[in-house]
């Protein structure tokens, strides 16, 4: 009698152990279907049970309709975002159009017909006419790159050169803005493999978020990591004071159209470090920002974890700043002697 017992509890044993292993294999299996469904959504694919188990089935259909609820949302917002993009387009080209023929009709106007006050008047319909062109112009580009329309050219480029000539058209700007530039590029060419046309836009709209939002001072430097003979990564800083900015603001400071608070906005669409930040990203890069709460009378940083109050006593009424530091990254393009 005990060893019938026993049979029949080493029986069941092995019975129950073979259905715990199937079913934690089946849980594995799952695991690893919704890991790579998680990283191919667009190939619209199930979960499917490598073994049969009546246990899983459930918790796998459930899966199955989250999946295709989520796929359902994804398909919902791509078909928003195109219309969205189909609409930005549209708009861009038909006030372009317009706005293009009253700046022919004001260049038209004689100005020594006009006297002081009037040539004034006109000189400011100008710079509006002209700044409205630009935002425009910022539409129809941040368009274009939604939809892919702006192939790149990817050639070896020299960064640090392309840096001082944008610096130097630059330069009266920024002198202009009260900001003193520091600079940090190495006198050899500094090879990237870069679109030339985008790799300039992206230098003008870091140079120009420097000249509106800025304060003092501005720091440009090239940082190169040789990888290997073949391969490198070069990154480039744009560092520039500027107003205390709360953590919301660093966090959406690449979302398209946030221009953060009211002080901060001087006329931007909030759309150049988007563009930017695309452009890089096209390019094999891309772009991220650091930031350093500072208090400029005493020359005291601390990191953005760090308790305010504790830096700024024993000097109260002294105005709290931030240091903003836009790291680009760039594929290091081959070296000297090496083929493309």
Known sequence: MTEIILVIAAALAVI?????YLLKRGIQDLGKELVLISQQPEENRIVKLSVPQRDLEELGSIWNHILEQMRKERISF????REFQKQLEDLSHDLRTPLTAIQGYLKLIDQKKLDREEQEHLEVLERRAQGLLHLINQFYEFSALLCG???MELRRTDLGRMCR???LGSFARLEEAGIEVSVQI?????WIMADENALSRILGNLLQNAVRYGKTHLAIEIQENRISDRESRVILVFANDTEHLDAETVERIFDRFYTGSQARNQGGTGLGLAISRRLAEQMGGGMTVEARETKTAAGVERAPGERRGAAVQGNAG???GMRLAFKTEFRGGPFEGQGI
Do not use: H, T
């Open 16 to 20: 129950y152990g073979i259905r715990f």
């Open 318 to 320: 002294q105005e709290a």
């Open 165 to 167: 000539e944008q610096l």
């Open 149 to 151: 329309e702006e192939p």
């Open 186 to 190: 190495p006198d050899r060419p500094v």
């Open 78 to 81: 791509e078909k928003r975002e």
